[in-house]
């Protein structure tokens, strides 16, 4: 099978994946490339200005790359289960002085904005997340050059994206960091190994497969291109790199031994995220309502500060299972490291 990838001159099959938040910065998407690798920039939470100055500085590189978008795919909550969560996270909030949104945030992050952005400034390619965009937008990309890839969790979400046309698949394992790309928040797919949801997916579907979910060494890289996919993508790994834009929370958190394991949790944006277990998921995960993106407003002004005090109790500590492999390198000496088995 011929993978658009084929097309950017790529040496390295491990890919730096998208990481929203801050986590991927231009910085790591251009070391990628020094890695003969692709890195895909996180469109997620940012402005359509901010997301063009970011494009403009890798594209002054000349190098292929890509870019993440949430594609809308809302989950409504009401305002009675909003506003009971907020009142239960008020006494977290008044401690850093904060007033939370009185009223649930409902938006699509700018999604029509961003594509008018990549229409109108081509990058070589654009994958989505979240949901599946509407034909005609897919198209749309397609026809200004740009390969257009979808995250799927299952063999029946990678049926439904072939079917709008997609170029390229990102089968993401239940055990990768950060939120689900599952099309269903409010009911996950049965958690099914790497390896054998890439053998599920590129038997129902004949379509290029990027293996994403807890690859952190070069076994776990060889294991998922020998079980069929045309490339690998590692977000975790990347997130103490030199390039990272993780906070330093974040990254002390990340090796820190009392931080003894990853779990799915809905606590801190209303739509099931893996990340290391914190004070924050036990207190609230029972409570927490799915919502998305109003809980995601809700909390980001506490995590944000939490964040800035090293309060890594309350932050949203994205982590997936291979997070103790995350070290302080280069991101072109990770990439380059993960691949020595291909």
Known sequence: MTSPLTNLGLSNPVMAAPMAGGATTPAMVIAASRAGSLGLLAAGYKTPQSLATEIAAIQRESIPFGVNVFAPNPVPISAASYHNYAAALRREADRFGLILPAEPIEDDDAFA???????????????????????????????????????????????????????????????????????????????????????????????????????????????????????????????????????????????????????????????????????????????????????????SPLRKAAAAAGESDLVHLWAGTGYRHAREESTATILTDLATLV
């Open 113 to 299: 904005a961003k594509i008018e952005l990549l229409l109108s400034n081509p990058v070589p390619l654009v994958s989505f997340t979240f949901g599946i965009p509407d034909r005609t937008v897919i198209a749309a990309l397609q026809k200004a050059g740009i390969t257009v890839v979808q995250t799927v969790t299952s063999a029946s979400e990678a049926e439904l994206a072939a079917a709008a046309g997609v170029d390229m698949l990102a089968v993401q394992a239940s055990v990768a960091g950060g939120h689900s790309g599952t099309l269903t928040p409010d009911q996950m797919p049965e958690p099914v190994p790497l390896i054998d949801l890439i053998a599920q997916v590129t038997t129902s579907v004949p379509l290029p497969a990027i293996a994403a979910g807890g690859l952190a060494t070069p076994q776990d890289v060889a294991a998922v291109l020998r079980a069929g996919a045309t490339a690998a993508a590692v977000g975790t790994v990347l997130l103490r790199a030199d390039e990272s834009g993780a906070s330093a929370t974040h990254r002390a958190a990340l090796i820190d031994p009392a931080r003894t394991g990853t779990v799915i949790t809905r606590a801190f944006t209303g739509r099931p995220a893996r990340g290391l277990r914190n004070r924050f998921i036990d207190d609230f995960e029972t409570s927490a309502p799915l919502g998305y993106p109003a809980i995601h407003h809700l909390t």
